[in-house]
């Protein structure tokens, strides 16, 4: 009879597992067809979309600065912590641009500030790859993102057409 027991309990709690992971999938799904957005868009149409974003943010300068395809010595611009005023407006996004004009797509991810607050050691992952050179070592948190206030992060045209851009609201 203890046997059964406990043949009841295991299946009990791999049915609990099963189902736990099943609402994460769900939930990974629901996020991603939310955040983000794929197309296939003209050359002249991407140029468009990234001159509507950065003429909102003309005469400002990015917090991360990419030298042509530089990736390799890439610049932040963190003003002193004593001297910075907070920002009076709450940063709730970062929202990621990216145009490969190689296969004419126009790629947009919105992300939630409590996701990048959600790394454990305050790192922006979201730099965090390969694709990104050195970026990770400017260890750019998401206190620093918040502290610059809603913004422009990133704006970097590659030489063969590539284009990222990085901004808050």
């Known amino acids: 009879m203890a046997a059964k027991k406990w043949i ?3 299946v009990g709690l ?3 597992a099963l189902l736990a992971c099943g609402g994460l999938v769900g939930t990974l799904a629901y996020f991603s067809l939310r955040h983000l957005n794929i197309r296939k868009v003209s050359v002249e ?3 468009r979309e990234f001159d509507q974003v950065r003429e909102r943010f003309a005469g400002k ?3 991360i600065e990419i030298d042509e395809d530089s990736w390799e010595r890439p610049r932040i611009h963190r003003p002193p912590a004593e001297v910075e005023p907070r920002p009076t407006q709450p940063v709730q996004t970062m929202h990621v641009m990216v145009w490969d004009d190689r296969q ?3 790629v947009r991810l919105d992300l939630p500030m409590w996701i990048l607050k959600l790394n454990r050691r305050g790192r922006s992952y979201i730099f965090s790859s390969d694709n990104f050179g050195d970026l990770e070592r400017l260890n750019l948190s998401a206190e620093d993102i918040e502290r610059n206030g809603p913004g422009l992060i990133l704006d970097h045209r590659g030489r ?3 284009r990222i ?5």
Do not use: K, Q
């Open 8 to 10: 009841w309990i295991a």
């Open 14 to 16: 791999l049915a609990a």
């Open 45 to 47: 149409s991407g140029e």
């Open 61 to 63: 300068a990015p917090l």
């Open 104 to 106: 004419g797509n126009l």
């Open 160 to 162: 063969r057409g590539e």
């Open 165 to 169: 851009l990085v901004w808050t609201e």
